[in-house]
């Protein structure tokens, strides 16, 4: 169902930045995000897709890195189809012009979105934290992500996350 109809299924953070979404431009109408209830349980990708049928192509991780070039720490997200990761050590580290890149802790990634580990979704990130996002997510038609909860997935336009605020589209981001 439309994920406005449902915001008990989204993440605070989730429920605002959808209901902030542009009505004009290039981004899809927000009324083609749609929310799922799931079971918690499964909310990670590959229990996720066994459970229900979704083929690994069909959905996208977003996982938050660190990336450290002296005293100096950033936070970003990655967003790569569940079949590739990220690379981090590669194309994520020269574009954050960082020495180091890692993932972040589990308890900073989760108090610094607001979101439960197992459902951190691109949508309602900080608006400052950088997003790189695989042009194979920006193509792909329809993708699953997480809603910010362990216990939902949306579901929309690959197109919708390449217009999210700060999202750059790169190449090869999953590998």
Known sequence: MPALHRPDLLA????????????????????????????????????????YGVEPADSANCVIVAARRGAETTLAACVVLATTRADVNGLVRRRLAARKVSFAPMDTAVSRTGMEHGGITPVGLPADWPLLIDRAVAEHPRVVVGSGLRRSKLWLPGAALAALPAAEVLDALGT
Do not use: K, M, N, Y
Request: hydrophobic share 55%.
């Open 12 to 51: 605070a953070a989730t429920a605002a930045a959808l209901a902030a979404w542009p009505d004009a431009g290039s981004a899809p109408p927000v009324e083609r995000v749609e929310v799922a209830q799931i079971d918690p349980e499964v909310a990670d990708t590959a229990a996720f897709c066994a459970r």
